[in-house]
């Protein structure tokens, strides 16, 4: 196939992930997400918070957008504009769907009953249609624009933001909750089911999504140039280090080539090391605490 269709087709396979993103995103909020009554992060709690209290699905609609418009304008500014044209279509695609998606009921809302499996469940969605966004330079909007900005800031997890963004929206959520209801029970009920619902969100989005995760490769090879030669090809912007040891059985000498890389390289350059050395043996583990030198491609 000429490489000119490939880059088209390659397109439309990204767009269409794009909005398939938007569609389970849309599908989480609607039938288990905003049913279960839970705070949402960032802007999408304040929000939700408010239609709440109002008891008005429309209100989180108009609000969501309203939201949206002045993040996709940052991150218009500051991360790229095809992350913004990106988390657009998503923005759009979730108001759509939101709007037409019929009423259905899955499972009942009220603690006494099915609540927490909406939460799971909808946290596990949520997870997943961000990853989709992030994995295809997009974004599902709201905090996850400020998280690709920090993340790419400060070299951290896109889900760790999630955490700062919560505090501020179910603050405000839970305050709404008090002066709705007037007690306190009700109010610590949802904290618990919020909290479990944003825990579920974000490390499902950390466990698909691991451009920001920082892993340390080592290989143990008789060819270190062979091994040198793949980690520059592979990822050009990455460097490396060569050790010289002996085997403490075999008396051999080998060589222990280390690098630096994201998990999400982890997989190509792997594949590649074992087609120049088969023998070689390797490991790898997760890093923290990396100097903020550390070069990480931007997502868009």
């Not at 994995?135 to 624009?145: H, M, P, W, Y």
Request: overall charge neutral.
């Amino acid at each position: 196939m000429p490489k000119v269709q490939t880059s088209v087709f390659q397109r439309l396979i990204d767009y269409a992930l794009i909005v398939s993103a938007g569609l389970l995103y849309a599908t989480a909020l609607k039938y288990f997400v905003l049913p279960s009554e839970v705070i949402l992060t960032g802007t999408e709690g304040i929000a939700a918070a408010l239609s709440y209290y109002f008891e008005n699905y429309a209100l989180f609609i108009i609000l969501y957008l309203v939201f949206q418009s002045a993040l996709l304008f940052f991150a218009f500014k500051r991360v790229s504009r095809t992350f913004a044209l990106r988390s657009l279509i998503v923005v759009v695609t979730v108001t759509i769907w939101l709007t037409l998606l019929p009423e259905l009921r899955f499972a009942q809302p009220e603690p006494q009953n099915e609540r927490i499996i909406l939460v799971i469940f909808g946290g596990l969605l949520t997870g997943v249609a961000k990853a989709i966004a992030f994995q295809n330079r997009g974004s599902t909007g709201d905090e996850d624009i400020l998280g690709a900005y920090f993340a790419m800031k400060y070299l951290k997890p896109v889900g760790s933001i999630s955490i700062f963004a919560a505090v501020i929206s179910t603050v405000f959520g839970l305050a709404m909750s008090i002066l709705k209801n007037g007690k306190f029970e009700p109010v610590v009920n949802t904290l618990m089911y919020t909290c479990v619902y944003i825990f579920a969100s974000t490390e499902t989005l950390n466990n698909f999504y691991h451009k920001f995760k920082i892993t340390m490769l080592a290989i143990i090879t008789r060819l270190p140039q062979s091994v040198g030669d793949c980690i520059k090809m592979t990822s050009p912007h990455r460097t490396y280090i060569v050790q010289n040891g002996i085997g403490g059985h075999s008396g051999d000498t080998f060589s222990m080539v280390k690098t630096i890389i994201t998990h999400e390289e982890l997989p190509e350059l792997i594949k590649a090391i074992e087609n120049a050395d088969p023998d070689n043996f390797h490991y790898y583990h997760e890093i923290d605490g990396i100097s903020r030198h550390y070069y990480i491609p931007p997502i868009a």
